[in-house]
């Protein structure tokens, strides 16, 4: 993966550019803790030649995966940065397409680029924290008064 600073005005954006093979959310974990970012949002597009995604089942209070292991457009991804133990965390979400027209979408699970994502993340100038919410079993971001 290679990036650019696209801006520095109180909150910096960089365009992220990966390349084949790419593990998406380790790639972005791992720039978040080097850039020591605590808060920041993005878009992406591109392709993917597998991905994960999950369906929240909150009774069990679990992902369901739903693998789709052939090459995919990335219609649209979003998500955010967010602290948790001190440490980057991303939730995203991704709406795929297949050749043949039909979309899938879900929370991002896991997912290998091919032959590029371009990703455009803004930093976010104050801290977002995630907590565990007991009823649901995930990190949720807390909003502090």
């Keep these: ?8 005005k109180g909150s910096e954006t960089y365009a992220l550019i990966f390349d084949p093979g790419d593990e998406v959310l380790d790639e ?27 369906f929240f089942n909150f009774e069990k209070q679990d992902y369901e ?11 649209a991804l979003t998500g955010d940065i ?20 039909t979309a899938h979408g879900g929370h991002l699970l896991s997912a290998s680029v091919q032959p590029t994502l371009e ?5 976010t100038p104050a801290h977002l924290i995630r907590r565990m919410d007991p009823s649901t079993g995930l990190p949720l971001v807390e909003i502090d008064d």
Excluded: C, W
């Excluded at 993966?1 to 520095?8: A, Q, R």
């Excluded at 995966?65 to 219609?75: S, Y």
């Design 1 to 8: 993966m290679n990036y650019k600073l696209l801006t520095e």
């Design 28 to 54: 972005l974990e791992s720039f978040a803790s080097k850039k020591a970012l605590s808060a920041g949002h993005f878009t992406a597009i591109g392709a993917f030649s597998r991905v994960k995604l999950g």
């Design 65 to 75: 995966e739903i693998l789709i292991d052939e090459q995919v457009e990335v219609l």
């Design 82 to 101: 967010a602290l948790l133990d001190n440490s980057p965390k991303i939730h995203a979400h991704v709406v795929v397409g297949k050749r043949n027209g």
């Design 119 to 123: 990703l455009i993340l803004e930093e």
